[in-house]
């Protein structure tokens, strides 16, 4: 029985020992700002390595988006040769509540790994009707080595803080009348 205990414990220490990341393996990386999300209709992903091609991708949103006079925005500018882009979304989305977040970037002996969590909204979410297209960009180390994308998908549940609760008292019903336009909204039942 101790012989058995012995191996298992080894078995366990070689597993824990063989898929441990070591400092030097792991990637930093940064997450960059956009001016809006691209509106690509699929789901959708790119390496940036010029900064020609990055303010093209950050200037895209500006075909759609108004700014006052003066006031438009420029691509950072970022150095192209230590680093470089990588950016990707879901495509199109019916509704609001989605989005993409990169957790982890590895570098492994023949490609670098890139760990993203996909979080979408429950069931019971109350979601805004809008079409929307969840994308991250994030900033790396330039390499020479393919990307390997793995997603793990979390459900948001939406719940709502216990304090923030509903109580049984009546609604007052005189909050629901708007003074101003006399626009009476649907009673609270």
């Given at each position: 029985?101790l012989n058995l205990c012995k191996?298992?414990?080894?078995?366990?220490?070689?597993?824990?020992?063989?898929?441990?990341?070591?400092?030097?393996?792991?990637?930093?990386?940064?997450?960059?700002?956009?001016?809006?999300?691209?509106?690509?209709?699929?789901?959708?992903?790119?390496?940036?390595n010029s900064q020609e091609d990055?303010?093209?991708?950050?200037?895209?949103?500006?075909?759609?988006?108004?700014?006052?006079?003066?006031?438009?925005?420029?691509?950072?500018?970022?150095?192209?040769?230590?680093?470089?882009?990588?950016?990707?979304?879901?495509?199109?989305?019916?509704?609001?509540?989605?989005?993409?977040?990169?957790?982890?970037?590895?570098?492994?002996?023949?490609?670098?790994?890139?760990?993203?969590?996909?979080?979408?909204?429950?069931?019971?979410?109350?979601?805004?009707?809008?079409?929307?297209?969840?994308?991250?960009?994030?900033?790396?180390?330039?390499?020479?080595?393919?990307?390997?994308?793995?997603?793990?998908?979390?459900?948001?549940?939406?719940?709502?803080?216990?304090?923030?609760?509903?109580?049984?008292?009546?609604?007052?019903?005189?909050?629901?009348?708007?003074?101003?336009?006399?626009?009476?909204?649907?009673?609270?039942e």
């Amino acid at each position: 029985m101790l012989n058995l205990c012995k191996k298992m414990l080894t078995i366990v220490i070689l597993t824990f020992t063989a898929t441990t990341v070591h400092a030097n393996d792991a990637f930093s990386h940064a997450v960059l700002s956009l001016l809006d999300d691209p509106r690509n209709e699929e789901a959708w992903s790119m390496v940036i390595n010029s900064q020609e091609d990055w303010e093209s991708f950050y200037n895209q949103p500006l075909a759609y988006m108004s700014f006052l006079a003066g006031t438009i925005p420029t691509a950072p500018v970022l150095d192209f040769e230590n680093y470089q882009i990588l950016a990707g979304g879901l495509g199109m989305q019916s509704h609001g509540g989605a989005f993409l977040t990169v957790e982890t970037v590895q570098e492994l002996e023949n490609s670098i790994s890139v760990h993203v969590l996909l979080v979408r909204p429950g069931p019971d979410c109350t979601l805004p009707a809008v079409i929307s297209y969840p994308s991250t960009a994030i900033l790396i180390k330039k390499t020479d080595k393919p990307f390997s994308f793995s997603v793990s998908n979390l459900i948001d549940e939406c719940t709502v803080p216990e304090e923030a609760t509903t109580t049984d008292e009546s609604p007052d019903v005189n909050i629901l009348i708007d003074p101003d336009n006399q626009l009476a909204l649907p009673n609270v039942e």
